[in-house]
C-alpha cells in the first residue's frame, strides 16, 4: 500500500510539472514573442521608437535582438505629434523605449517622464550628445535645436547611445551590438563623405537653403551653407506677415533661385512666399521635397535614414546648380 501511495505521489509529480511547463502563466514573458535559437526559446525584447530616423538606428543595431515599433509614420509631424490611447499602450508594453529627444517630441515628454520614473528603460538618443555641439537658437525658448539627423556626423554619435543602452539591457549579445553598430557607422561616414562632396560643387552664391521650417541648421552648419525659413525650429511657432515678406525681400534680394518644401510640413507659407517674389518679379521655383522630421515611405529607400539625407543632399545640390552623379549616393559609396 505504501508502494501504491509513492507511485501516485510521484505520478502527480510528473504530471504538475509537465502542465507547467507546457501551460501559459499569464506573465509578461509567457506572453512575450519568442524566437528559436538552438532548443531553446528565447524571448526577444519589445522595443518601441519615435519617429523613422530614431527606429532605423535601433534596427541596424539591434537586428533580431529585439523586436521593433515605431509609433510616428512618415509625413508625420513629431512637434505637433500627441499620442494615442494605443501609443501609451505600446509604450506601456515595451521594454525599452527610445526617441530623439531635445523636445523634438513635445506633446510626448510627460509621457517619457513617467514611464522613466516607473523604472522603465527610456533613451533620448540626441541627449547624449555633449551640449556643447548642439544648435540653441534663441527663438526656441532656451532649448536645443533638436533636429540633430541633419548633420550625419552628429547623429552617428547617436547610434553610440542606442548601442550602450541594448549593451546594458542585453549584455550577452553586447560584442553582436557593438559590430553591428560599426559597420553601420562606416556606411554613414561614407554618406557624410558624399554629402560634403554633394554641396561644395553648388556655386558659393547659391548655397542658400529656403524650406518651410528651420529644420536644416544642422546641415547648413556641417556642410557649409546659409539656411532661411519661414517658421521656427517647431512647426507649432505660426508664421506672420512680417516673416513672410522678409523672406520674400531676401530672395529677391540675393535672387535665390530655388525654395523647398518639406513632407510633413504643409507649404502654405512658402506659397505665400513665391507669390510674393513673383509680384516682386522675381520667379522661383520648388526645388524639390526635402524630408526633414519624418523619412520617406516605409519600405522604400528613402524611408531609411541613408536613403532621406542622400535624397535631401542630391535634391539640393542638382536645384542649386550643383553636379551629382545619376543615382545619387546609392549609385556609388552603396555599391556592393
Known sequence: MRISIRNSRFWLIIGLLLTAGCGDSGSTLSNAPKRKEGSQAVRRPRIVTTVGMVTDIVREVVGDRGEVLGLLSEGVDPHLYKPTREDVNQLDDADIIFYGGLMLEGRM???????????KVVVGVAESLDQKVLRKPPEFEGHFDPHVWMDVTLWSQCVDAVTKAMQEYDSEHAAEFTARAEVYKQRLQKLDEYVRQ???TIPEQQRVLVTAHDAFGYFARAYGMQVKSV???????????ADINALVDFLVEQKIAAI???????EKNLQ???????KRG?????????FSDAMGTAGTYEGTYIGMIDHNATTIARALGGQVPDGGFRATAEKP
Open 109 to 119: 515628454e510627460e509621457s517619457f517622464k513617467k514611464l522613466r520614473e516607473s523604472g
Open 198 to 200: 554633394s554641396i561644395a
Open 231 to 241: 517658421q521656427g525650429i517647431s512647426t507649432e511657432s505660426e508664421a506672420g506677415v
Open 260 to 266: 523647398f518644401v518639406e513632407s510633413s510640413v504643409s
Open 272 to 278: 505665400a512666399v513665391r507669390e510674393g517674389a513673383e
Open 282 to 290: 522675381w520667379a522661383v521655383k520648388v526645388g524639390g521635397e526635402l
